[in-house]
């Protein structure tokens, strides 16, 4: 098992390690990218190590490889997967589930999961957490596993909804004095950031989706029904929904009930219902993006991984050792093929691992900006790859603020605007006309370039 292991990881850092050095892309363009900068520049800004938006474990823990670009905070999350795969191997050895290399694989092999791992997000830490979680609670290490899992809302604020399930765990095996350690993280946070908000009930009132409504909008009930398939491609989806039907099915059968009933099942069942409820109601901001669910990818390969021993170990296969082996290489091939496939729910190797058109653009309007002004002008603008582009802190005052239309009225004789058709648009409802007609103000640069039935628009003003 240990050799078993081992290969894998060294195959995952290999795929790692080529994916870093020939692809160029943040795994998305917005958030992505965003987080990136507030990993970046928070020594700079120490609030930023408590900004509930930014996520404060994910800024304390990132902040030492996102020094190094882009390209660090591909490398800190590359690792936690590496991390992650480790965990839930391990976790499943300890079930005394069959096949545990085969979950680790379901892991690296997850279309959405890889993309995601080479940006800034922090879906792929809250699934490390998940894992060392799991595998704490296992491995019988109640408390550990309880301040663990304490710290997971400050990786991500649904952190809470699994909080509550590992609480409900702890309830059933009766380890009631491991409950308090439950609010271990919040009682950290809450402290060391008193000195930075001045506010004792920050880690609550700085929460950024504590609404009850949302600018998003809302959704059907089976849009996340759908969009598993998206997440999780063919194969692996497939092996999900009969492990789902087994697991679910078998819970009614068992007396005694495991790990995997108390913790794996429900982690899974009452993430996915609460963003489904989130969005189908349009709370607490939800915008119902799919890759949400790669924060209980580590939950996801547990169960799909019953499904695959079902399939090849159960009475399905048979007791033909030779159909078994066929089946479990056919299932296994088809697996890592997948990713490789022109399916919708596969990767695009383009568009998904190199940078986005608006970053293209992003990145040439920023060459242009360079070159026809002088160091230490203040930028207006709203696309965070234009910071990036231009190494300026996104935080810095001094250096950048928002395109809003106090900023435009209060700009100073040397700042630059820099406006394009989708922040400028979607955060502050600013048109290019109203540029284009406001005095004192002239259009030096504008490029409109098509992508996929829409249009990248950026344009560059200076005082006249």
């Not at 913790?263 to 607490?284: C, R």
């Not at 920023?366 to 910071?387: D, E, S, T």
Request: proline residues 4%; glycine residues 8%.
């Amino acid at each position: 098992m240990k050799k078993s292991l081992s290969l894998i990881l060294i195959f995952y850092t290999v795929i790692a390690t080529v994916t870093i050095t020939i692809f160029n892309g943040t795994g998305d363009a917005g958030d992505s990218v965003l987080h990136f900068l507030f990993a970046k520049y928070a020594p700079a800004h120490q609030a930023l190590f408590f900004d509930m938006w930014g996520k404060p474990v994910f800024v304390l823990l990132a902040f030492p490889f996102a020094h190094f670009g882009f390209t660090g905070i591909k490398i800190f999350n590359a690792l936690t997967v590496l991390l992650t795969i480790a965990l839930t191997f391990k976790t499943g050895e300890a079930l005394h589930i069959k096949n545990p290399s085969v979950g680790a694989l379901l892991i690296i092999f997850t279309p959405l999961y890889y993309i995601l791992t080479f940006s800034g997000l922090t879906e792929p830490l809250f699934a490390l957490f998940v894992a060392a979680g799991l595998f704490l609670a296992v491995k019988h290490k109640y408390q550990a596993a309880a301040i663990l899992i304490s710290f997971l809302p400050f990786v991500r604020s649904e952190g809470l909804v699994l909080m509550g399930v590992f609480g409900f765990y702890f309830f059933c095996i009766k380890q009631w004095k491991v409950l308090p350690f439950l609010l271990f993280g919040s009682v950290v946070y809450t402290f060391a950031g008193y000195f930075v908000h001045h506010d004792i009930l920050w880690v609550i009132t700085r929460i950024p989706y504590a609404s009850l409504s949302s600018p998003y909008g809302s959704g059907g009930l089976l849009h996340f029904a759908r969009q598993l398939f998206y997440v999780l491609g063919f194969p692996v989806y497939l092996l999900f929904i009969v492990g789902f039907l087994r697991l679910i099915i078998g819970a009614f059968r068992k007396k005694k009930r495991t790990e995997v009933d108390l913790l794996v099942l429900p982690g899974f069942i009452f993430f996915f219902v609460a963003h489904t409820l989130f969005w189908y109601f349009g709370i607490f901001n939800s915008m119902g993006l799919k890759r949400v669910l790669i924060g209980v990818m580590p939950l996801v390969a547990i169960i799909a991984l019953f499904g695959f021993n079902l399939l090849t170990e159960g009475g399905f296969a048979g007791r033909n050792s030779i159909f078994r082996t066929i089946l479990r290489n056919f299932i296994i091939g088809a697996v890592a093929i997948f990713p490789f496939t022109a399916g919708p729910a596969a990767v695009n190797w383009k568009e998904d691992m190199m940078l986005a058109k608006d970053q293209q653009v992003a990145l040439a309007t920023a060459k242009i900006v360079k070159a026809r002004v002088a160091p230490g002008c203040r930028l207006v603008c709203g696309h965070p790859y234009i910071c990036e582009a231009m190494d300026v802190d996104w935080f810095d005052k001094k250096r950048r603020v928002d395109l809003t239309r106090v900023n435009l009225a209060g700009r100073k004789p040397a700042d630059i605007i820099i406006w394009e058709n989708w922040f400028a648009l979607t955060g502050w409802a600013i048109r290019k006309p109203e540029l284009d007609s406001a005095a004192g103000l002239k259009c030096i640069f504008d490029t409109i370039d098509p992508d996929h039935g829409h249009e990248i628009h950026f344009s560059v003003y200076f005082e006249k």
